[in-house]
């Protein structure tokens, strides 16, 4: 038998106290898909840093092809053909997709040999991208497909992908295993897979290694693995059912009975005849380019109600959201959050009316990786800012109260079980998992008027899922008016009231939980339009 | 007074040499700011250009003393820059110091050292011919400003498609605005971000050096302490002015250029106004430019911030 692709024995990394990789062996074989799963903070994205060079271990063997190798930097990775898609984006914004597809190579500039490259690359694997676009217009779909068409460029014979579809929609996640299928069949790569979503790695994988804690507590063959005994050994005690299926992608959790609803549901939905929280009306709005955002959306939501936004990527979500987190003008329509009617576009009119946002990229905007834990944790529904410096004035006011500000914060570390070694470690110290918690915490606990959540479990583990929609359930039970955005249909059918489905920057329909059809819903997410409404 | 002000601005207008010193102060600048702008497009705000520039002035002032060449002056003057970038760069990139710390420590040891060593050796300098471009000299008005100077003002013209050939159509060029927006992003796709950014120091070191040489040999003619007198810090202002666009930047040293040469022809035609106040014109007008373009003016995402791997 040969050697396999890539063997790790006995990695061991720690961070001060934190010791995110413990003894750990892994084994990469060609022609194999690897899934890697862990709870936030286990340890898969150090694990997978190593085999990289982005993080040297402390002690350990790295043997490749059966040859031990020092790695010590991304280059020499990418010379013994080892490349990796990163759990967080990658990419120079300001420049265009080719550009960023040839960053590092070494050979002389030439664009149209470059974009030629990223045409056959797009070809071969069925990725299909413009090579002239700027990465800052893209959507983080295609910013995903970009990353990966950069990591196979140079043909590695090992590929690791760290989280790859945390941002992707259902269908462009399998449209990527697909992809990843063709790698390892014709052309006998061998792939890492690191992920949360049990279903995913249950599908796409071919054996699948469990870490916690920084150690490997299971391993097996993908064939004789079920969902929950995964999600238990990940977690480390049984997993309740239904964030187990959110975690699944199962729907089925209540499509059974629909007619089944809790108490609190129940009262919440008796609840939906007093004055919406929030309302918007025949809202229409255009980007930069001239392109249309919205188009005469029109959307209520009544406190105590959880108001689903179903919709494939790029309907109109990222608009929506940015529309309620002050960032967007208004060309028509008009926003009212309770009895005031704060101008969109304004700078924190929204957040002062109330408006608490969870935003879909957290990582990128939702907060400031430079900054503490704490200091990140106690700013106050910051308006997004792409560089985060708006954050930093709040910052100089929050200055104030310190010792208040300490106990707030280490409250909502214990309740939003954030792992970090103390509260005034840096943001960016945190697993990626972790960083999303923060931000989490901080709106959930800012005692709004509306909610929104834009893919709020985006990136979590099992157990962290189950957490979150519990929070978003008691903010609904509490009064406040919850819009949670969501491309995974099986987290707005796990948690909304009512569902309205939302195709190129408008409300095409809308249905009450009671009166559930999965089927009229995913037509209508097609575009389908309705006949009656 | 404010009649006094306007007859001023009318006679310094309608003398011919408020065009042509306009445009000798400008490209003094704009030698700095072609460099300063691939600087900070890779991350740095280069503070040392100051003491590149008077750096580079001084060693022009030795080499043309010891030569009798303006080209070698130039050369050595580029020289000497070079040196003072790579000190900077060595410090701020390799060694992780604070990279206005370092600048600014560079400028108050070179304007010593140049200061010292020029009461010591007391170089003996001249300014370079003029060289008309025969045909370009005759257009009316800018003729004389733009083609009828001391020939190492020449230098410049080059220089500036140069830079942007540079930054945006090579390799080096990709790879410097990547270290300059996403370090982190250049590091993981194998590129030496400290190296980049210390390359684009050494840059304007050499831009900043041939500025100063450019100075004394091309228009001021000796050495004297007072020579670059903030002008390495006003090329940075016209950087950030100029939205870190290479036009924009131009464009910066250009208004600078002419303001200071606006000031100092004040008193020529017999207006003694404060041109101290004058004098802080750039600065004014990049504050009132960032403030009212802060939102469309897209900086160097990194600008500024240290790079070291695992930090974030
Ligand atoms: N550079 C660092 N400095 C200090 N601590 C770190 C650093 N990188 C990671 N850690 C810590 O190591 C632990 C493991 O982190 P890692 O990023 O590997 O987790 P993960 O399994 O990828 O989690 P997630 O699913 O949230 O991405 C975490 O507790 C994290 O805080
Ligand atoms: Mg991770």
């Given at each position: 038998?040969?050697?396999?692709?890539?063997?790790?024995?006995?990695?061991?990394?720690?961070?001060?106290?934190?010791?995110?990789?413990?003894?750990?062996?892994?084994?990469?074989?060609?022609?194999?898909?690897?899934?890697?799963?862990?709870?936030?903070?286990?340890?898969?994205?150090?694990?997978?840093?190593?085999?990289?060079?982005?993080?040297?271990?402390?002690?350990?063997?790295?043997?490749?092809?059966?040859?031990?190798?020092?790695?010590?930097?991304?280059?020499?990775?990418?010379?013994?053909?080892?490349?990796?898609?990163?759990?967080?984006?990658?990419?120079?914004?300001?420049?265009?997709?080719?550009?960023?597809?040839?960053?590092?190579?070494?050979?002389?500039?030439?664009?149209?040999?470059?974009?030629?490259?990223?045409?056959?690359?797009?070809?071969?694997?069925?990725?299909?991208?413009?090579?002239?676009?700027?990465?800052?217009?893209?959507?983080?779909?295609?910013?995903?497909?970009?990353?990966?068409?950069?990591?196979?460029?140079?043909?590695?014979?090992?590929?690791?992908?760290?989280?790859?579809?945390?941002?992707?929609?259902?269908?462009?996640?399998?449209?990527?295993?697909?992809?990843?299928?063709?790698?390892?069949?014709?052309?006998?790569?061998?792939?890492?897979?690191?992920?949360?979503?049990?279903?995913?790695?249950?599908?796409?994988?071919?054996?699948?290694?469990?870490?916690?804690?920084?150690?490997?507590?299971?391993?097996?063959?993908?064939?004789?693995?079920?969902?929950?005994?995964?999600?238990?050994?990940?977690?480390?005690?049984?997993?309740?059912?239904?964030?187990?299926?959110?975690?699944?992608?199962?729907?089925?959790?209540?499509?059974?009975?629909?007619?089944?609803?809790?108490?609190?549901?129940?009262?919440?939905?008796?609840?939906?005849?007093?004055?919406?929280?929030?309302?918007?009306?025949?809202?229409?709005?255009?980007?930069?380019?001239?392109?249309?955002?919205?188009?005469?959306?029109?959307?209520?939501?009544?406190?105590?109600?959880?108001?689903?936004?179903?919709?494939?990527?790029?309907?109109?979500?990222?608009?929506?959201?940015?529309?309620?987190?002050?960032?967007?003008?208004?060309?028509?329509?008009?926003?009212?959050?309770?009895?005031?009617?704060?101008?969109?576009?304004?700078?924190?009119?929204?957040?002062?009316?109330?408006?608490?946002?969870?935003?879909?990229?957290?990582?990128?905007?939702?907060?400031?990786?430079?900054?503490?834990?704490?200091?990140?944790?106690?700013?106050?529904?910051?308006?997004?800012?792409?560089?985060?410096?708006?954050?930093?004035?709040?910052?100089?006011?929050?200055?104030?109260?310190?010792?208040?500000?300490?106990?707030?914060?280490?409250?909502?570390?214990?309740?939003?079980?954030?792992?970090?070694?103390?509260?005034?470690?840096?943001?960016?110290?945190?697993?990626?998992?972790?960083?999303?918690?923060?931000?989490?915490?901080?709106?959930?606990?800012?005692?709004?008027?509306?909610?929104?959540?834009?893919?709020?479990?985006?990136?979590?583990?099992?157990?962290?899922?189950?957490?979150?929609?519990?929070?978003?359930?008691?903010?609904?039970?509490?009064?406040?008016?919850?819009?949670?955005?969501?491309?995974?249909?099986?987290?707005?059918?796990?948690?909304?009231?009512?569902?309205?489905?939302?195709?190129?920057?408008?409300?095409?329909?809308?249905?009450?939980?009671?009166?559930?059809?999965?089927?009229?819903?995913?037509?209508?997410?097609?575009?389908?339009?309705?006949?009656?409404? | 007074?404010?009649?006094?002000?306007?007859?001023?601005?009318?006679?310094?207008?309608?003398?011919?040499?408020?065009?042509?010193?306009?445009?000798?102060?400008?490209v003094a600048l704009?030698f700095v700011?072609?460099?300063?702008?691939?600087?900070?497009?890779?991350?740095?705000?280069?503070?040392?250009v100051e003491g590149s520039m008077l750096a580079g002035a001084f060693a022009s002032a030795m080499g043309y003393d010891?030569?009798?060449?303006v080209?070698?002056g130039l050369l050595i003057g580029a020289a000497a820059g070079l040196l003072v970038?790579?000190?900077?760069?060595?410090?701020?990139?390799?060694?992780?110091?604070?990279?206005?710390?370092?600048?600014?420590?560079?400028n108050?040891?070179v304007l010593?050292l140049a200061s010292?060593l020029n009461?010591?050796l007391?170089p003996?300098t001249?300014t370079a011919?003029?060289?008309?471009?025969?045909?370009?000299?005759?257009?009316?008005?800018?003729?004389?400003?733009?083609?009828?100077?001391?020939?190492p003002?020449?230098?410049?013209?080059?220089?500036?498609?140069?830079?942007?050939?540079?930054?945006?159509?090579?390799?080096?060029?990709?790879?410097?605005?990547?270290?300059?927006?996403?370090?982190?992003?250049?590091?993981?796709?194998?590129?030496?971000?400290?190296?980049?950014?210390?390359?684009?120091?050494?840059?304007?070191g050499v831009t900043s050096g041939l500025g100063g040489g450019y100075l004394l040999l091309g228009q001021v003619g000796w050495f004297e302490d007072a020579i670059v007198g903030g002008q390495g810090?006003?090329a940075?202002?016209?950087?950030?002015?100029?939205?870190?666009?290479?036009?924009?930047?131009?464009?910066?040293?250009?208004?600078?250029?002419?303001?200071?040469?606006?000031?100092?022809?004040?008193?020529?035609?017999?207006?003694?106004?404060?041109?101290?106040?004058?004098?802080?014109?750039?600065?004014?007008?990049?504050?009132?430019?960032?403030?009212?373009?802060?939102?469309?003016?897209?900086?160097?995402?990194?600008?500024?911030?240290?790079?070291?791997?695992?930090?974030?």
């Open positions: 038998m040969t050697s396999p692709a890539a063997e790790l024995t006995g990695i061991t990394k720690r961070f001060g106290a934190v010791v995110a990789c413990d003894n750990v062996d892994l084994e990469l074989r060609r022609g194999e898909i690897h899934g890697i799963l862990g709870e936030n903070g286990a340890g898969k994205s150090t694990l997978m840093k190593v085999l990289i060079g982005l993080v040297l271990p402390d002690a350990g063997v790295i043997r490749i092809d059966g040859e031990p190798r020092r790695i010590s930097d991304p280059a020499e990775a990418a010379e013994l053909g080892i490349g990796m898609v990163h759990q967080h984006f990658s990419l120079v914004e300001p420049l265009t997709v080719w550009e960023n597809v040839i960053l590092g190579e070494r050979v002389r500039l030439d664009a149209t040999a470059a974009k030629r490259r990223v045409g056959e690359i797009s070809e071969r694997y069925g990725l299909a991208i413009d090579p002239d676009e700027r990465v800052s217009d893209l959507s983080a779909g295609l910013r995903q497909r970009l990353e990966i068409i950069k990591c196979l460029r140079r043909d590695p014979a090992i590929v690791i992908l760290d989280e790859p579809t945390s941002v992707l929609t259902p269908g462009e996640s399998e449209q990527l295993f697909e992809v990843l299928r063709r790698v390892v069949e014709r052309e006998n790569k061998a792939v890492a897979l690191v992920s949360h979503k049990l279903d995913e790695v249950l599908a796409a994988t071919d054996r699948i290694t469990i870490m916690r804690a920084g150690a490997v507590v299971d391993r097996r063959g993908t064939g004789d693995a079920d969902a929950p005994g995964l999600a238990r050994a990940m977690v480390g005690r049984p997993v309740s059912l239904r964030s187990e299926g959110a975690a699944l992608g199962h729907i089925e959790t209540f499509e059974d009975d629909p007619a089944v609803t809790e108490p609190a549901v129940e009262a919440a939905v008796e609840a939906t005849e007093p004055q919406p929280v929030l309302s918007i009306r025949g809202a229409v709005a255009r980007g930069r380019d001239g392109r249309t955002l919205l188009d005469g959306l029109s959307l209520e939501v009544r406190p105590g109600e959880i108001v689903g936004v179903a919709g494939v990527e790029g309907n109109g979500q990222a608009a929506l959201s940015d529309l309620l987190s002050s960032l967007l003008r208004l060309e028509s329509g008009t926003v009212r959050v309770r009895d005031t009617e704060p101008p969109p576009g304004r700078p924190g009119a929204m957040a002062a009316a109330g408006v608490a946002v969870v935003p879909a990229d957290r990582h990128e905007s939702g907060c400031v990786l430079d900054m503490t834990v704490e200091e990140n944790l106690t700013l106050v529904s910051p308006p997004r800012a792409r560089t985060g410096r708006a954050l930093l004035d709040r910052a100089a006011r929050a200055l104030l109260d310190r010792a208040g500000r300490q106990a707030h914060a280490e409250r909502l570390i214990e309740q939003f079980g954030i792992q970090t070694p103390a509260a005034d470690a840096p943001m960016w110290s945190l697993s990626g998992g972790n960083q999303q918690r923060v931000v989490l915490a901080r709106e959930l606990s800012g005692d709004p008027v509306v909610l929104v959540a834009a893919q709020p479990t985006r990136g979590l583990d099992v157990g962290a899922i189950e957490y979150v929609s519990e929070r978003l359930r008691e903010a609904a039970a509490s009064g406040v008016g919850v819009l949670l955005i969501s491309t995974e249909l099986e987290e707005v059918l796990d948690l909304a009231d009512r569902i309205v489905v939302i195709f190129r920057g408008r409300i095409i329909g809308e249905m009450d939980r009671v009166n559930l059809d999965v089927e009229r819903l995913g037509l209508l997410m097609s575009g389908a339009q309705e006949e009656a409404s | 007074m404010v009649g006094d002000f306007f007859v001023a601005v009318g006679d310094v207008l309608s003398s011919e040499t408020t065009y042509s010193s306009g445009w000798r102060l400008a704009a700011a072609v460099g300063e702008w691939i600087a900070e497009r890779a991350g740095t705000i280069n503070i040392s010891a030569s009798g060449s080209a070698v970038g790579a000190v900077q760069a060595h410090f701020s990139h390799n060694l992780t110091a604070n990279q206005f710390v370092v600048g600014l420590t560079l108050i040891l010593g010292f009461s010591s007391k003996e001249a011919h003029v060289f008309e471009v025969p045909g370009l000299v005759e257009i009316p008005l800018l003729g004389p400003a733009l083609f009828g100077q001391p020939w003002l020449y230098l410049l013209y080059p220089l500036i498609p140069l830079a942007w050939w540079l930054v945006y159509r090579t390799r080096w060029g990709l790879e410097v605005r990547a270290v300059g927006e996403n370090p982190q992003a250049a590091d993981v796709s194998s590129i030496d971000v400290n190296a980049r950014r210390r390359q684009a120091i050494y840059v304007a810090f006003i940075i202002a016209a950087v950030i002015f100029g939205g870190w666009t290479l036009r924009g930047a131009m464009l910066g040293c250009l208004l600078f250029g002419s303001a200071n040469s606006f000031r100092l022809s004040l008193p020529a035609v017999g207006h003694p106004l404060n041109s101290e106040l004058l004098s802080s014109l750039p600065f004014v007008l990049t504050i009132c430019v960032m403030a009212l373009f802060a939102h469309r003016t897209r900086e160097p995402q990194s600008l500024a911030r240290p790079f070291i791997r695992g930090l974030r």
